[in-house]
Nanobody, 127 residues
Framework: QVQLVESGGGLVQAGGSLRLSCAAT????????MGWFRQAPGKEREFVAS????????RNADSVKGRFTISRDNTRNLVYLQMNSLKPEDTAVYYC????????????????????WGQGTQVTVSS
């Protein structure tokens, strides 16, 4: 498994931006598809974005398309989530996740495909 630590959450006004970071401790970080999920109070944890091992492919949830961008740096074992034009409905705890992927260009989106999770970082967007 991979140890994951998120950072970068906080309080921001609607329309603002935040960048989340996730640091991974794994010798084989580049073997993992990386993803971001979020969970709002009283709701299920939901997919936000994911990126393939080689960064060639990404997927975003419809609710964040055009506003959020996922990226990764395999030389530093880091994955990022740039969040722009934030809305109050983006308020949630954001979780970084890692899932083994057999192909470098494969993107995982299903929660069950990810077997390592961080502790989460709170993002609060005020109206």
């Amino acid at each position: 498994q991979v140890q994951l630590v998120e950072s970068g959450g906080g309080l921001v006004q609607a329309g603002g931006s935040l960048r989340l970071s996730c640091a991974a401790t794994a010798r084989t970080f580049s073997s993992y598809c990386m993803g971001w999920f979020r969970q709002a109070p009283g709701k299920e944890r939901e997919f936000v974005a994911s990126i393939s091992r080689n960064s060639r492919n990404t997927r975003n949830a419809d609710s964040v398309k055009g506003r959020f961008t996922i990226s990764r740096d395999n030389t530093r074992n880091l994955v990022y989530l740039q969040m722009n034009s934030l809305k109050p409905e983006d308020t949630a705890v954001y979780y970084c996740a890692a899932g083994r992927s057999p192909l470098p260009e494969m993107v995982l989106t299903v929660r069950a495909s990810f077997d390592s999770w961080g502790q989460g970082t709170q993002v609060t967007v005020s109206s």
